[in-house]
């Protein structure tokens, strides 16, 4: 609400009725922000006759008065270019930031009726950058930052929705596009740092925060290489909303940026199936093959493949997994049998080697109680890394139902596990 004296001595009050203003933004991984505004500005001019002179929130130099009485009045006829026209002339004498503010505030809602952008935000800025303190100053500035930022400028656009969010702006989304904006200037951590503060608020307050920021985040952070970074915020997008998808690019990214051993790809695949979240047949295709060539688990490289149809994953073998098929289904029967041998062995061998290799054939054939007494007798004899073990022993209690064991197991893993067994805890504290 903004007042001035008219010409006879009165309060004059122009109201400035702005539409709801809603920021929407798209959704997945790659999403892109986008600010929408309803443009329509509509004055009213109030006389309160009521009140005395003294009520005016500031005073006008007589130098500028005609002018801003003409702008007023050529306003209420809906005579636009008129307006611009006492604006301009008004703008040389103008002195405080009140006058100034005034000055802006007609000529953006002069050109705004006369579709002049260029005109509508100069006047904008003009009223932001006046120095003068009301609540309209926000709005301005957050139909500045708007059409800066759909202008590519989203350095200045920044600095609108700054000043918006200073004069007291409420709009929900804003921190979520002045973090946007500095993404797109490739200032991640500045970025990050911004929906760090927001995804904290919301945690405080109980709210969920919403999936694109939360995506936006991840993406930046993976576009920018900032791996811990990546993974924080990919683990807050499963956490709030556990998606087959959302597993899967946590699961993939995490694959595809980190160098893991065939232990580590195993461990990796057995959390994506667990979590239902392949995507394609290559993917169940190389989890068979590192289970079959580079563990020695037919059973588990057998599991992988019959699930994967089972589920509708692999509709058709191609020739290499038709092979690996095949020759998974003729080592696991002989493999199976030999198990039992396997055990008695493992009692009386010096270290836990022989142990440790039967519980993971155990755990490829589904059979998690016997590979968990067996990953324990691993354990007390030695000569395994406990890290190892515990990982063995976590998986199976945490696919056998048993959480209670599961996660003071996965928790206990150290060294290149470790990120994956965080993975796995994360998975059982979403349980149902």
């Not at 702008?71 to 611009?84: C, I, M, T």
């Not at 709030?240 to 993939?252: C, E, G, K, R, V």
């Not at 590192?290 to 073998?317: N, Q």
Request: glycine share 6%; hydrophobic share 45%; charged share 25%.
């Amino acid at each position: 609400m903004i007042l001035f004296l008219n010409d006879r001595g009165v309060s004059e009050v122009l109201i400035l009725d702005m539409e709801s203003h809603m920021i929407r933004t798209t959704k997945r991984l790659c999403a892109t922000a986008a600010l929408v505004l309803i443009s329509t500005v509509a004055t009213t001019a109030v006389y309160a006759k009521d009140k005395p002179a003294a009520a005016a929130a500031e005073t006008i130099n007589e130098k500028i008065r005609p002018f801003l009485l003409a702008a007023q009045e050529a306003s209420g006829k809906k005579d636009f270019a008129a307006v611009l026209v006492q604006v301009d002339k008004a703008e040389p004498v103008a002195v405080s930031p009140y006058e100034k503010f005034l000055i802006g505030q007609f000529r953006a809602i002069a050109a705004q009726n006369l579709k002049d952008t260029p005109n509508m935000v100069r006047g904008l800025d003009e009223a932001v950058d006046s120095g003068y303190s009301t609540p309209s100053v926000a709005t301005f500035a957050l139909i500045s930052g708007q059409t800066a930022y759909t202008d590519g400028n989203y350095t200045k656009a920044i600095d609108r929705f700054t000043k918006a969010q200073a004069a007291g702006s409420t709009e929900p989304s804003l921190p979520s596009f002045i973090a946007d904006c500095y993404f797109k200037l490739k200032r991640v951590p500045e970025g990050l740092a911004i929906v760090d503060k927001s995804y904290l608020d919301d945690q405080a307050a109980k709210r969920v925060t919403p999936q694109d920021e939360l995506a936006r985040a991840a993406q930046a952070a993976l576009d920018a290489k900032m791996p811990k970074d990546e993974i924080i915020w990919l683990s807050r997008l499963v956490s709030n909303y556990p998606t087959p998808t959302n597993w899967h690019d946590l699961l993939a990214i995490y694959r595809d940026a980190h160098p893991l051993s065939p232990q580590g790809i195993l461990d990796l695949y057995r959390l994506m199936k667990a979590t239902s979240s392949f995507k394609s047949p290559s993917e169940v295709e190389e989890y068979a093959i590192t289970a079959l060539d580079k563990r020695g688990l037919p059973g588990e490289a057998k599991a992988a493949m019959d699930d994967a149809i089972a589920a509708g994953i692999i509709t058709k073998l191609s020739t290499s997994m038709n092979e690996i098929k095949n020759v998974a289904n003729a080592k696991s029967g002989p493999d199976h049998a030999s198990l039992a041998a396997s055990e008695k062995q493992a009692a009386t061998a010096a270290n836990g080697r022989v142990a440790k290799g039967t519980a993971d054939a155990y755990f490829g054939y589904k059979e998690y109680a016997k590979a968990i007494d067996l990953y324990k007798l691993a354990q007390t004899k030695g000569g395994i890394e406990p890290r190892i073990t515990n990982m063995g022993l976590g998986e199976s209690y945490a696919l056998s139902g048993d959480k209670a064991d599961a996660i003071p197991a996965l928790k206990s893993v150290t060294g290149e596990s470790a990120d994956l067994a965080s993975f796995w805890v994360l998975w059982l504290n979403l349980a149902k």
